[in-house]
């Protein structure tokens, strides 16, 4: 081999070896660039996890309230339900009872400054009062938290 032919497949070589340096170089950026994307979807991708533990930590802790109040709410109903039913029964029934007999005391709303207490004998009056007057004593408030009408400063 001669030293020209020698020098012409250096040359060669070289270049491409140079060729491939360039095309290395050049597939290099964008596997750069890929790689800072995935590192800040990465970050992106922690901080909606962490955002997501939070909002799911706050969750439980609501659905815990709710069932706490939720079972204190189904007590409620429960005793109202038992005192309606036991109530109902007394009402109905045509045989006198110490508990029938045992008048219901009702504190109505103040009416133009007076209150209005009302005794019922649960015996003396027909089934559908007595249903009333129990209905009324079950959810009509001990004291009206708003009167309906005061006799103080009307607005002029």
């Known amino acids: 081999m001669t030293p020209d ?5 250096v040359e060669g070589i070289v270049s491409m070896i140079e060729l491939s340096v360039a095309e290395a170089t050049a597939a290099q950026k964008p596997l750069k660039e890929q790689v800072t994307q995935v590192s800040s979807h990465g970050r ?3 901080d909606s996890l962490r955002v997501a533990r939070e909002k799911f930590a706050t969750l ?15 007590d409620s ?5 038992d005192e309606i039913t036991r109530l109902t029964r007394a009402l109905e029934s045509d045989t006198p009872s ?7 005391k009702l504190d109505v709303a103040k009416f133009g400054g007076g209150d209005v207490s009302i005794a019922v004998a649960l015996d003396t009056f ?3 009062v ?3 007057a129990v209905w009324l004593a ?9 009167p309906l009408a005061s006799s103080s400063k009307q607005p002029t």
């Open 5 to 9: 032919n020698q020098t012409r497949i």
């Open 44 to 46: 992106n991708l922690e």
């Open 60 to 74: 439980e802790e609501q659905a815990s309230t709710m069932t706490r109040h939720g079972r204190t709410l189904q």
């Open 77 to 81: 109903l429960r005793i109202a339900h």
């Open 98 to 104: 110490a508990s029938r007999l045992k008048s219901i």
């Open 126 to 128: 027909p089934a559908h």
């Open 130 to 132: 007595r249903h009333l």
């Open 138 to 146: 079950l959810f009509l408030p001990c004291r009206a938290k708003y």
